[in-house]
């Protein structure tokens, strides 16, 4: 790998971090010290990616690649949380997460690797890279998508919890749809550089929002 290609990559590691803590801390200011179940929130999030994926030989099911995707994105934040608090958010972990992808998804591949991931969370209580990489790779997912991302899940998460979420006043579905379909619907219109676009996003989320609340 070369030295560019590792700068790029920690510095996508930091930004994902810095953001990261900084939601953690809008749930929680003392997130780090609450004992939050991180591995318990993976296993679910598998167990919701494999729905959308499709499992079912006895009734034909088309995969929704664009929930799939961000249903991994899901497990990154909280595997990104315990890793944090281990202190294990560096460049050596950003290496790992560099991987070529030019393939097909794999489909049994990636269930059953859906599958390992749950059940290592399950023994372990804990999170393993190398098999979060192998369903990325299963699935045919970059390090650069999963930043990317990474930037709107991590930006709608924020946008929920400003809106009522920990509440329980926020709307999840809006004119007949769950948030996580506006946000695929509105990242495909913009356009824009990692820097802006958690900002650009934010804005055209509250502008749907309020529209379908009126």
């Known amino acids: 790998m070369n030295k560019d290609g590792t700068g790029a990559s920690f510095r996508m590691l930091q930004t994902m971090s810095e953001m990261q803590e900084e939601h953690n801390q809008l749930v929680h200011a003392q997130w780090r010290e609450q004992g939050f179940r991180f591995y318990r929130a993976i ?13 079912k ?16 994105v899901d497990i990154w934040h909280f595997a990104m949380s315990e890793l944090m608090i281990k202190g294990e958010i560096d460049e050596k ?35 393993d890279v190398h098999i979060f990489k192998n369903t990325m790779n299963a699935l045919g997912m970059s390090y650069q998508e999963l930043f990317e991302l990474y930037i709107g ?34 990242l495909s219109g913009l ?4 820097e802006s676009l958690a900002a650009q996003l934010y804005s055209a989320l509250e502008v749907r929002y309020q529209s379908a609340a009126l």
């Open 57 to 72: 030989w006895w009734k034909k099911q088309d995969p929704d690649i664009d929930q799939v995707k961000l249903e991994l």
């Open 191 to 194: 356009d824009s550089e990692p």
């Open 93 to 127: 972990l950003a290496d790992l997460m560099i991987q070529p992808v030019d393939h097909a998804v794999d489909s049994e591949a990636f269930r059953i690797c859906i599958e390992k991931l749950a059940l290592d969370c399950l023994n372990s209580e804990s999170v």
């Open 153 to 186: 899940k991590n930006t709608l998460n924020r946008f929920r919890q400003n809106n009522g979420y920990k509440e329980g006043s926020y709307q999840k579905t809006w004119s007949g749809k769950e948030d996580n379909e506006h946000l695929i619907e509105i």
């Open 43 to 55: 296993w679910v999030e598998c167990a919701e990616m494999l729905d959308h994926f499709g499992w």
